[in-house]
């Protein structure tokens, strides 16, 4: 390509990286602060602790929901309480829980390439090709890399992808 978008990253590297403004944070902070202390606690509580028997019965949660958020309950105080009942849900990444194509039909592509990457081992004289799958970016958009380590080792590759959830 001899052309591209400027990557907003690095064309204005001034405003590349945004800060907060502390004296904006503390304001934001006193506020919810003096949130909490205007609003009825006792109905604060009272509204989560129906939402939690709500989402932990069959009852809609609907109704409670919005007691919370006529008593004053917070976003954050709200998902935390659901949390409370049903958990954190961390889909699967990587490659370990796909299913594997363990048999490719003689002539399909799919054989064809497993060849291809089997003469290529033994002609470097390794024992199979390495692929490393990398995704920049925690914006949780890994399916291209999912897909593309999913098919490498279905055709041959050892696949080094541990998912998105590493830190480096």
């Known amino acids: 390509y001899e052309s591209t978008e400027p990557n907003p990253?690095?064309?204005?590297?001034?405003?590349?990286?945004m800060t907060v403004d502390p004296e904006n944070e503390a304001r934001v902070v006193a506020a919810l602060h003096e949130w909490r202390d205007n609003r009825d606690e006792a109905r604060a509580s009272e509204?989560?602790?129906?939402l939690k028997k709500a989402a932990a019965g069959t009852e809609n949660m609907m109704e409670a929901t919005v007691e919370c958020a006529r008593a004053g309950v917070t976003t954050g105080e709200w998902s935390w309480a659901l949390?409370?009942?049903?958990?954190?849900?961390?889909?699967p990444t990587g490659v370990s829980s796909a299913p594997v194509a363990v048999t490719a039909e003689p002539?399909?592509?799919?054989?064809l390439v497993r060849e291809k990457v089997t003469r290529t081992a033994a002609d470097?004289?390794?024992?199979?090709?390495?692929?490393?799958v990398g995704k920049p970016g925690l914006d949780g958009h890994s399916n291209g890399a999912e897909q593309i380590a999913v098919r490498?080792?279905?055709a041959g590759f050892e696949v080094v992808y541990q998912g998105i959830r590493l830190t480096p």
């Open 124 to 132: 470097l004289g390794v024992g199979r090709l390495r692929l490393l």
């Open 152 to 154: 490498a080792r279905d």
């Open 83 to 91: 949390r409370d009942v049903f958990g954190e849900f961390r889909a």
């Open 47 to 50: 509204a989560l602790a129906a």
């Open 107 to 111: 002539g399909s592509t799919l054989a």
């Open 9 to 17: 990253l690095t064309s204005d590297l001034d405003g590349a990286i």
